[in-house]
T-cell receptor, first 113, second 114 residues
C-alpha cells in the first residue's frame, strides 16, 4: 500500500526566510509525486509534480521539490517566503497506473512579517 | 474552458435530507474523480470515472452515496439520508488519459449537516 507522511502539521517562518515542507512516501514501485496548495475555502492548486523525469522539479510561485529515492522523500522548498505563501500544503502520491491520488494530512504554512 | 466547476459552493442541510452535488470537468478530460476532505485532513479518494464508466469506488463510499456520469461529461454525487459525519468539503477533479498525470481540481462543495 502507498502512503504519504507530512512531517509537521504547522510550519511558521519569517517573511524572506527559507520554506521547507517535508514529505515522505512509501510505495513498492516508483510513484508519481505531487505538491498542491490550498487557500481557505478553495480547491487544490497544483504547485509541481514529479513523473520520473528530472529529480529536481520546479513549480509555480518559486517553489521546487527534489525526489530522493534513497530517502523516499519529496520535500518542498522555496528560498524566500512571501506573505502570500500562507496556505495549506498537501503532498500526494500516485502509484503508476492506480489512477488516484493519496494525500498526506497537510502542512499549514504561516508567514510572520 | 475555465477549469473544473462545482455547484453549489456551499450547502447546509438538515440531518436525514438528501443532497446532490454537480461537477463539470474540463471538456476534453475523460477522467473524473470525487474526493472528500474533512476539517484538518487531506482529501480522501471516493470514486473515479473514465468516460461514463465508474471504475473504482472507495470503501468510504457507503450505500448512502451514489455517483453518476451519465454521458461522460458532468457528474453528480448524491448523498441520501445525510448524517452529521457527512459534513465535509467534496472535491471534484478531472484529467485526460495519457496527459502525464495532470489532475485539475475544482473549488469544492462545502456540505454542512445540521
Amino acid at each position: 500500500a502507498q502512503s504519504v507522511t507530512q512531517l509537521g502539521s504547522h510550519v511558521s517562518v519569517s517573511e524572506g526566510a527559507l520554506v521547507l515542507l517535508r514529505c515522505n512516501y512509501s510505495s513498492s514501485v516508483p510513484p508519481y509525486l505531487f505538491w498542491y496548495v490550498q487557500y481557505p475555502n478553495q480547491g487544490l492548486q497544483l504547485l509541481l509534480k514529479y513523473t520520473s523525469a528530472a529529480t529536481l522539479v520546479k513549480g509555480i510561485n518559486g517553489f521546487e521539490a527534489e525526489f530522493k529515492k534513497s530517502e523516499t522523500s519529496f520535500h518542498l522548498t522555496k528560498p524566500s517566503a512571501h506573505m502570500s505563501d500562507a496556505a495549506e500544503y498537501f503532498c500526494a502520491v500516485d502509484l503508476q497506473g492506480a489512477q488516484k491520488l493519496v494525500f498526506g494530512q497537510g502542512t499549514r504554512l504561516t508567514i510572520n512579517p | 474552458d475555465t477549469g473544473v466547476s462545482q455547484d453549489p459552493r456551499h450547502k447546509i442541510t438538515k440531518r436525514g435530507q438528501n443532497v446532490t452535488f454537480r461537477c463539470d470537468p474540463i471538456s476534453e478530460h475523460n477522467r473524473l474523480y470525487w474526493y472528500r476532505q474533512t476539517l484538518g485532513q487531506g482529501p480522501e479518494f471516493l470514486t473515479y470515472f473514465q468516460n461514463e464508466a465508474q471504475l473504482e469506488k472507495s470503501r468510504l463510499l457507503s450505500d448512502r452515496f451514489s455517483a453518476e456520469r451519465p454521458k461522460g461529461s458532468f457528474s453528480t454525487l448524491e448523498i441520501q439520508r445525510t448524517e452529521q459525519g457527512d459534513s465535509a468539503m467534496y472535491l471534484c477533479a478531472s484529467s485526460a488519459a495519457g496527459q502525464n498525470y495532470g489532475y485539475t481540481f475544482g473549488s469544492g462543495t462545502r456540505l454542512t449537516v445540521v
